[in-house]
């Protein structure tokens, strides 16, 4: 083919095409809008914290449904539902009370794909947040009324705002 000659192609999808094409998109980074993972420590002392602030800023106060692995029912192994949950969400939750590796972890992987991701901490645990998230915005919070406000604000500010 000359070089100096342009050639333009037109591509038109058949039903099946696009569906195809739909579904390939759901698995971009950034995640199916409405979908969001909640990453953070499964420990008794966080069951308030879950079930009275995050649960209820996310649900109630911005339409979505929050998704904790710990709450799922499924037969597969539990790393591979929360890397395919996080690869489907829209944004993450991610709670470092408790200095938990799994949730930096989460977190990580969820940026490295491109993904949101609302950082969270108790007030007075956020020494021991790793500095190389310190530097990152978090929700601070001193009980699960306090989380439930800011989180709902942090969510709407900036997931709900761009949608």
């Known amino acids: 083919m000359r070089k100096d000659v342009l050639e333009y192609f037109y591509i038109t999808l058949s039903g099946n ?31 308030e914290v879950y079930e009275t602030g995050i649960s209820p800023a ?10 904790r692995i710990d709450r799922m029912e499924h037969n597969h192994e539990v790393t591979d539902e929360i890397m395919a949950g996080i690869r489907r969400a829209e944004f993450i939750v991610a709670d470092f009370t408790g200095d938990r590796g799994a949730v930096y972890y989460e977190a990580g992987f969820a940026r490295g794909i491109g993904g949101a ?11 021991k ?14 009980d699960s009324a306090e989380l439930r406000k800011k989180l709902a604000e942090r969510i709407q500010a900036t997931i709900l705002r761009k949608a």
Request: aromatic share 10%; with cysteine; charged share 30%.
């Open 58 to 67: 996310v649900e109630t106060d911005c339409g979505f449904k929050a998704v």
């Open 17 to 47: 095409g696009r569906k195809e094409i739909e579904r390939l998109d759901e698995t971009r980074p950034g995640g199916i809008p409405g979908t969001r993972v909640v990453a953070m420590w499964f420990d008794p002392s966080m069951t």
């Open 117 to 127: 991701v609302i950082y969270c901490c108790k007030e007075n645990e956020m020494a």
């Open 129 to 142: 947040v790793h500095f190389d998230t310190r530097i990152i915005t978090h929700v601070t919070w001193k």
